[in-house]
């Protein structure tokens, strides 16, 4: 099981202290919500805001696009330092070359759920990428309730990989705690995405080992 703070919920007049805090107890991915006030209605951070975070952490970075045209932005997020770029099947009607074309500049190629969007949607891009994230909220904002009926999707998800040996990372985003990370584990989840859990909190290093011990 992997970690993946949300920067979403950082103190962003002190991110540089916030990324390493994390780092050091022992967090296994950052993760870094884009958003561009069409796709979702919230604003946060561009390439730029990668570029400045690279040289602050070893982590790898998780950028997940919630915008129009992703792939307006692909080479640009790339060149800024990303690791695994991850866009909505719902933002784009061409999602396949999307894929594709994240490879080609060079990271790891992630797609997107939402909510309301079936697994089903997605077969014809399983056997190409790198992680699927499942959507856990509605995206736009931290500090949801986690919906507990997306679990089935990561269950589905889990039985498609072994049925078929893909072999896509199973990323679960919204809502995660020390209460709802064992639904989304015991379902096949690989990688915990955590943004008010752990950075709204007095001790943001007790709550990343509250996940790892779920
Ligand atoms: C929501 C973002 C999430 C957000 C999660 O649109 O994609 O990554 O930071 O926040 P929490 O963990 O507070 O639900
Ligand atoms: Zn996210």
């Given at each position: 099981?992997?970690?993946?703070?949300?920067?979403?919920?950082?103190?962003?007049?002190?991110?540089?202290?916030?990324?390493?805090?994390?780092?050091?107890?022992?967090?296994?991915?950052?993760?870094?919500?884009?958003?561009?006030?069409?796709?979702?209605?919230?604003?946060?951070?561009?390439?730029?805001?990668?570029?400045?975070?690279?040289?602050?952490?070893?982590?790898?970075?998780?950028?997940?696009?919630?915008?129009?045209?992703?792939?307006?932005?692909?080479?640009?997020?790339?060149?800024?330092?990303?690791?695994?770029?991850?866009?909505?099947?719902?933002?784009?009607?061409?999602?396949?070359?999307?894929?594709?074309?994240?490879?080609?500049?060079?990271?790891?190629?992630?797609?997107?759920?939402?909510?309301?969007?079936?697994?089903?949607?997605?077969?014809?891009?399983?056997?190409?990428?790198?992680?699927?994230?499942?959507?856990?909220?509605?995206?736009?904002?931290?500090?949801?309730?986690?919906?507990?009926?997306?679990?089935a999707?990561v269950a589905a998800?889990?039985?498609?990989?072994?049925?078929?040996?893909?072999?896509?990372?199973?990323?679960?985003?919204?809502?995660?705690?020390?209460?709802?990370?064992?639904?989304?584990?015991?379902a096949?989840?690989?990688?915990?995405?955590?943004?008010?859990?752990?950075?709204?909190?007095?001790?943001?290093?007790?709550?990343?080992?509250?996940?790892?011990?779920?």
């Open positions: 099981m992997k970690i993946a703070p949300s920067i979403l919920s950082a103190d962003f007049a002190n991110l540089a202290r916030d990324i390493r805090l994390v780092e050091t107890a022992g967090a296994d991915l950052l993760h870094v919500d884009v958003m561009d006030g069409h796709f979702v209605p919230n604003l946060t951070f561009g390439p730029s805001m990668v570029a400045a975070i690279r040289p602050v952490t070893n982590l790898g970075l998780d950028v997940h696009l919630m915008v129009d045209d992703p792939s307006l932005w692909i080479p640009e997020f790339a060149k800024a330092g990303a690791d695994t770029l991850m866009v909505h099947v719902e933002a784009t009607p061409h999602i396949y070359g999307t894929m594709q074309a994240i490879r080609y500049a060079g990271c790891r190629a992630g797609v997107v759920l939402n909510p309301g969007t079936a697994v089903d949607t997605l077969q014809p891009l399983l056997p190409i990428v790198d992680q699927v994230l499942v959507m856990t909220v509605n995206p736009g904002f931290g500090g949801q309730q986690f919906l507990p009926d997306m679990a999707k998800l889990a039985a498609l990989r072994q049925t078929n040996g893909y072999h896509y990372a199973i990323e679960v985003d919204g809502g995660i705690t020390d209460q709802t990370a064992p639904v989304v584990l015991e096949g989840a690989d990688i915990l995405v955590a943004g008010s859990y752990v950075y709204a909190s007095d001790d943001p290093a007790a709550r990343i080992a509250a996940l790892r011990r779920a």
